[in-house]
């Protein structure tokens, strides 16, 4: 099992730029592929960005791409989202994900992952 704890959301204007971070803790954090979501109220939890095991494949949603960068640090345990040029509409909170992978994939649904933080808000002001 793997406990995610994820840090720095916060507040900021629209063109603005904020960091994620998502610290893992328990089994080896490179046998696991990651993601980060998102969630509006009364909205499903939606993919943001994802990332296989060794950090060598990523993908994004429409959304966000060349906005949003997912990274990972295998060797300190952390993922990261960094976001830039922010809208409105990003304002979310924002979940970190995890699942064990053997191989070199990541995935794009909520419903595959398999171990979520609790979640960071991000708002984001016009």
């Known amino acids: 099992q793997v406990q995610l704890v994820e840090s720095g959301g916060g507040s900021v204007q629209a063109g603005g730029s904020l960091g994620l971070s998502c610290a893992a803790s328990?089994?080896?954090?490179?046998?696991?592929?990651m993601g980060w979501f998102r969630q509006d109220p009364g909205k499903e939890r939606a993919i943001v960005a994802t990332?296989?095991?060794?950090?060598?494949?990523?993908d994004y949603a429409d959304s966000v791409k060349g906005r949003f960068t997912i990274s990972r640090d295998n060797a300190k345990n952390i993922l990261y989202l960094q976001m830039n040029s922010l809208r409105p509409e990003d304002t979310a909170v924002y979940y970190c994900?995890?699942?064990?992978?053997?191989?070199?994939?990541?995935?794009?649904?909520?419903?595959?992952?398999?171990?979520w933080g609790k979640g960071t808000l991000v708002t984001v002001s016009s």
């Open positions: 994900a995890a699942r064990y992978s053997a191989g070199r994939i990541y995935y794009t649904r909520a419903n595959d992952m398999r171990y």
């Open positions: 328990g089994r080896t954090f490179s046998s696991y592929a």
């Open positions: 990332i296989n095991n060794i950090g060598d494949m990523t």
